[in-house]
């Protein structure tokens, strides 16, 4: 009896043993240093699956409408790009397809790099979790490295803290040719009167943990990991107080991934790279500006971090982004874009029909104060540059209008309220298509006398040798400047187009086509069924915290979609289609086996979204509800 229980208590003592050893991977903070500039993970990878399995766009891509482009696609992608990998690689693709069960993650981390080219160049992580897939990973590495010294390439075995890593040079003839085609070569750039610095050969250094396969750019980038895989005291990502706080607001609820940016470590390392100095024999034209000038200027040095994170559920997807710059050091181009807390729900006057909506309620006279002010930290002379326009503006204003001041009649009239709104096209002509009519509109508490600043500075325009043409609308007027056409090198001028302007309702009105400023104009006759009365519109709105924060956005992908759909398909021709000049995927689409829209309209309805600016930062929030035929 004794001997029968010391056995059973040996035996639960080795399994205990045995069960520490394969401990869970330890999620990616917990890996990665502290130094991480950049970081994009998936938690765990069989979510990111299931995600996908219900996801719309996935739906849409497996349709059986979808099934001619869709195979005509995949046959190319396999043909010219899985088969001469496989082949060059000695491995299945899909073999390694299955592998990712736990965690998905790329870094990039500082690793030494002090932004010069003289130094370590910063590490590149792959991070891929198999969990009980690991004896395929193995037997998966160690078929591609039989394959890659069969094939003479040059690899070599390195350990570090116990775990051998294969280190392969990048060198050109070590790089699969079909990979190879995939990364152009960068043309090589030499200044006059300097030697060009010689280019560091690279690495790429494979190794395997338990289930987790680790791949960086050196052994020096992968060591960070290896020590905290192993029980290293050094500090980690997770240990960094802006990361936790990050990661404790914005990382809950269990995102399919996320994404972060350490704003701050990096901009510290650039604001330390040596200013340019000038080169007598190459001078330029513009004036010089450092590193650390620019970023302290345009404000991105009151940025502590930006971080996204994505969740796919049964009532649609949502995307939240988060720009950690506190306000009290927040300046420059961070200033530019914050918001006032107010409404930015759709106004009545945005006609149901609208494809796309957009409304920012940022303070226009403080955001071009700001402006003035990053232009003068970049450069004094750049500013030197607007003001001598504005005074040339002026002066030829005031030829005509001895009152004319460009700043007091147009600057100091810009509201705190800025819409634009897209209209469907008029019509399925690939003109009508590329142009569908769209107003922009910039709330004003003077948008008679800003609009007629406008138009005195119109003149200024090339080609203009005529004041703006007016006519009466609806009690209002509106001007007509005449834009000149796109040049290209050596060809003439193409045809031009026209710019109308009007003011009403306390906002200046520009758009490229008449129609929706006259509809615009027409509007306070209420007989406008406005947007905001859409159905679904209050409830995706929510989602994103509604509309009154000083931001929000809309847009119809049923009818966006059903646009890009016609232009697809009326540009199958191989002159006409826009992935032509793509090596490797202008062949593979052939948007003449699109189906008809409407047998596929079902998997697309409308996206949202909002935000707002608070002491903390700044949060932009996308939601797209699942479409109501897929429940």
């Known amino acids: 009896m004794t001997t029968k229980f010391l056995r059973l208590l040996t035996a639960g003592f080795f399994l205990t043993l045995a069960a520490a050893g394969r401990a869970a991977i330890p999620p990616a903070e917990n890996l990665l240093p502290a130094d991480t500039l950049f970081l994009v993970t998936a938690p765990d990878f069989t979510a990111v699956r299931a995600a996908g399995k219900i996801s719309p766009g996935w739906l849409f891509w497996n349709d059986p409408a979808m099934k001619p482009f869709h195979d005509k696609f995949m046959a190319r992608w396999n043909e010219q790009f899985v088969a001469p990998l496989e082949h060059d690689l000695g491995v299945k693709v899909d073999d390694f397809a299955s592998l990712p069960q736990g965690q998905l993650t790329f870094a990039v981390t500082a690793n030494g790099w002090d932004g010069t080219g003289d130094s370590q160049p910063p590490g590149l992580i792959l991070l891929l979790d198999a969990k009980g897939k690991s004896g395929l990973l193995q037997t998966n590495l160690a078929a ?36 190879a085609g995939l990364f152009p070569k960068r043309a090589p750039v030499q200044e006059i009167g300097k030697e060009p610095a010689p280019e560091k050969p690279g690495q790429l250094v494979i190794g395997q943990f338990q289930s987790l396969l680790i791949v960086g750019n050196s052994l020096k980038a992968v060591e960070p990991v290896v020590a905290h895989l192993s029980g290293g005291a050094a500090p980690a990502l ?36 040596p200013d340019p100095q000038p080169n007598p024999q190459a001078p330029s034209f513009m004036p010089t500006f450092s590193p650390s000038a620019v970023l302290n200027a345009s404000g991105l040095m009151g940025l502590k971090s930006a971080s996204f994170s994505y969740h796919e559920t049964r009532d649609g997807s949502q995307m939240n982004v988060f720009l950690a710059a506190p306000e009290a050091n927040r300046q420059g181009l961070l200033k530019i874009i914050a918001t006032v807390p107010k409404d930015a729900n759709p106004p009545p006057f945005v006609p149901a029909d609208t494809a796309k909506f957009s409304r920012w309620r940022v303070d226009g006279q403080k955001s071009w104060a700001e402006l003035e002010k990053v232009l003068a930290g970049i450069s004094p002379a750049y500013l030197s540059y607007l003001n001598a326009g504005l005074d040339t503006a002026n002066a030829m204003g005031q030829q005509k209008d001895p009152a004319f001041d460009i700043r007091k009649n147009l600057i100091a009239n810009l509201g705190d309220d800025f819409i634009n709104y897209q209209q469907p096209p008029v019509s399925k002509s690939v003109e009508d298509l590329n142009n569908a009519p769209s107003l922009f509109l910039i709330g004003s508490p003077n948008a008679e006398q800003a609009v007629l600043a406008f138009k005195t500075a119109a003149t200024l325009l090339p080609g203009q040798s005529a004041a703006p043409a007016v006519r009466d609308f609806q009690g209002r007027k509106i001007y007509t ?21 009007a003011a009403g309702g306390g906002y200046i009105a520009l758009t490229t086509q008449v129609s929706p ?90 996206s949202v979204y909002g935000g707002g600016t608070t002491t903390d930062g700044i949060a932009l929030k996308i939601f797209a509800p699942r479409p109501a035929q897929l429940n």
């Open 481 to 501: 400047i005449l834009l000149p056409g796109r040049t290209a090198m050596g060809a003439d001028p193409g045809p031009g187009s026209s710019l109308y302007l």
């Open 144 to 179: 591609l490295q039989k394959k890659w010294t069969e094939d003479g390439k040059s690899i070599h075995t390195e350990t570090v803290r116990g775990i051998s890593f294969f280190v392969v040079p990048l060198a050109s003839n070590n790089i699969p040719e079909s990979l």
């Open 238 to 273: 997770g240990d960094s107080a802006g990361f936790a706080a990050d990661k404790m607001s914005q990382f809950h609820d269990a995102p399919v991934y996320y994404g972060w940016f350490n704003a701050r470590t990096l901009f510290n390392i650039v604001a330390n790279i």
């Open 517 to 606: 400023l006259e509809e615009y104009l027409r509007s306070s006759d209420g007989n406008v069924k406005p947007l905001r009365d859409t159905a679904g519109l209050a409830d995706a709105a929510q989602h994103v915290g509604g509309a009154g924060n000083g931001v929000f956005g809309y847009q119809n992908q049923r009818e966006t979609m059903r646009t890009a759909f016609t232009l697809l398909k009326n540009s199958a021709g191989a002159t006409g289609n826009p992935f032509a000049a793509v090596p490797k995927i202008g062949d593979w689409m052939d948007f003449s086996l699109l189906p008809d829209y409407e047998q596929v309209s079902k998997y697309f309805y409308l």
